[in-house]
């Protein structure tokens, strides 16, 4: 590297890595090299100054290990007070980064680093770092080292912050995982005719599938809730009973038809005493509702301090009590129409309008197609909103003829998998809408039998969210070129993968290289 051309891409000084063979320098200002002298240095501090002020969601950084095995940080830009609350005088030991580098993740970067030191390979690690105010932030180190002719390793690159990235792809992965789950669940729930063995599964559920050991199912009998079912180790509910005029969490669900979460349960006035001496801390319930009508309630519970219930988890507490209320409602015709067959059918057709009633408005897509023709026999209300269709226009037809998959080698793919193992899960799919617009969904399904004859049970989740973040990604990037360009040196940008992600003017006219050449080449 000492005999190319001069430009921002090389270092400013040098800096340091993570591995475990650096120690931390007490004079930091001894490690610098001697090679580059110092009015260059204060130049490329300039210019990587200006660089590192405007570049988007990250910051520029330089670290170097020296000949004696110092470990130190020779640049750090602006966008560090963004992402650590703040910015060290430089040069600084590469302790003040160590030191902010979540515990658990600190054996995976510094195996991370010894590597790349030992065989010059690039350094791209994502961690978790814990900022001066406390906040926890995920971000990803991409950087290129090189060895100087002293034996210095200088690592040149940034720091992304990528906490939204990890946050989104979190959430997506649990959505994912809960909807799969729930709606398996659901369908072996339908399959049980007992209530009390039915309402005692839901409740282990319910415990698993929101991270709370506690859980338990109380129904309205006369003007008291009686539990009904709890999960696993909670035998001391059996039989509890709570009067109308008794202040409880439950009545209030009731009675505003709408979740109770509480994040300090022992301090709450509504609370009882069961509960607090069981170590109850964040608690909620969530009405089970068939209709306009309330039939009970599913409460939680979690024991560990500090662990609250999330949007997420009220979100998927509201459709565990909705499939309560479906499975409940299956289970109670089935009982009548043990007793009167001929109250049966009448009692048959109000439990199709009530899954009629969930099954539509579920925020879910959903369609039922016929395996032997594949033709859609149902279709939900999201389905249709998200594929702008009627339901005439729908429900008869193939997704073939209505052309609602982008690419039919994807939609054959899906088939033939679908009947190869009886289950589909988070196939990814371009879908096309009525007016030929695409969006991108998770394509999860299963074979299910209905009267002798078999059908697919497909749920759709839109994931164009996520796509949109990737295209923020890349206008990120478009901004940091245009940035490259308005400065005066010759700047070099690679990607995670080695390769060559752009350059500016300077640059191509240093190396005689046409403006467009050589973009997608291995460095």
């Not at 040069?91 to 010894?114: F, H, K, N």
């Not at 009692?347 to 099954?359: M, P, W, Y």
């Not at 478009?478 to 360009?485: G, Q, S």
Request: charged fraction near 25%; hydrophobic fraction near 40%; glycine fraction near 6%.
């Amino acid at each position: 590297c000492n005999n190319h051309p001069r430009s921002s891409f090389y270092p400013l000084g040098r800096s340091v890595g993570f591995g475990p063979r650096m120690k931390t320098a007490t004079d930091v200002s001894t490690a610098l090299p001697e090679s580059i002298p110092a009015a260059e240095d204060r130049q490329q501090n300039r210019q990587m100054q200006f660089l590192s002020e405007n570049f988007p969601d990250g910051v520029v950084y330089q670290y170097t290990v020296t000949p004696d095995d110092r470990g130190l940080l020779t640049y750090l830009g602006r966008g560090a007070e963004r992402i650590f609350g703040e910015r060290p005088p430089i040069p600084v030991s590469v302790e003040w980064l160590t030191a902010r580098i979540m515990p658990e993740d600190e054996a995976g970067i510094a195996a991370a680093s010894e590597r790349s030191r030992r065989h010059l390979t690039r350094f791209n690690h994502d961690a978790r770092i814990r900022a001066t105010d406390g906040t926890i932030r995920w971000v990803s180190f991409r950087t290129q080292p090189r060895e100087l002719a002293d034996g210095s390793v200088v690592w040149d690159g940034v720091i992304l912050d990528v906490t939204d990235k990890h946050r989104a792809d979190e959430s997506l992965r649990r959505q994912v995982g809960f909807l799969a789950t729930l709606n398996q669940t659901t369908l072996e729930l339908l399959e049980r005719r007992n209530v009390n063995d039915l309402l005692r599964a839901l409740a282990d559920r319910a415990a698993t599938l929101l991270g709370s050991p506690h859980a338990e199912i109380s129904l309205l009998v006369g003007d008291e809730l009686v539990v009904r079912a709890y999960s696993q180790g909670r035998d001391y509910l059996a039989g509890d009973r709570i009067a109308r005029s008794t202040p409880a969490l439950s009545w209030r669900a009731i009675d505003t038809r709408s979740p109770v979460v509480i994040e300090s349960y022992a301090d709450h006035p509504e609370s009882r005493e069961v509960y607090r001496a069981r170590g109850i801390h964040a608690a909620a319930t969530f009405p089970i509702m068939r209709g306009t009508v309330c039939l009970g309630v599913l409460g939680v519970g979690r024991l560990k301090p500090g662990a609250p219930f999330t949007a997420d988890d009220i979100g998927e507490g509201v459709m565990l009590a909705q499939m309560a209320a479906l499975v409940l409602h299956n289970a109670a015709i089935h009982e009548e129409a043990v007793r009167d067959a001929e109250q049966r059918t009448a009692a048959l057709r109000e439990s199709e309008a009530q899954f009629r009633a969930v099954f539509d408005k579920s925020p879910i897509i959903f369609a039922l197609v016929r395996i032997s023709d594949a033709r859609i026999v149902e279709i939900n209300a999201a389905a249709l909103a998200a594929f702008g269709y009627t339901r005439e226009e729908a429900i008869g037809q193939t997704t073939l003829s209505l052309g609602v998959w982008a690419e039919v080698t994807r939609r054959e793919e899906y088939f033939r998998r679908l009947q190869s193992d009886g289950a589909v899960s988070n196939f990814e799919a371009e879908m096309r809408r009525k007016d030929g617009a695409t969006f991108t969904v998770l394509h999860s399904g299963c074979v299910v039998t209905i009267g002798g004859q078999a059908f697919s049970l497909a749920s759709l989740q839109d994931i164009s969210a996520r796509k949109l973040s990737e295209a923020a990604r890349a206008r990120s990037l478009a901004l940091m070129r245009a940035t490259l360009e308005s400065t005066a040196d010759g700047i070099l940008v690679v990607n995670a993968e080695g390769r060559i992600e752009t350059y500016n003017r300077n640059f191509a006219e240093m190396w005689r290289l046409q403006q467009e050449e050589d973009r997608d080449r291995d460095r």
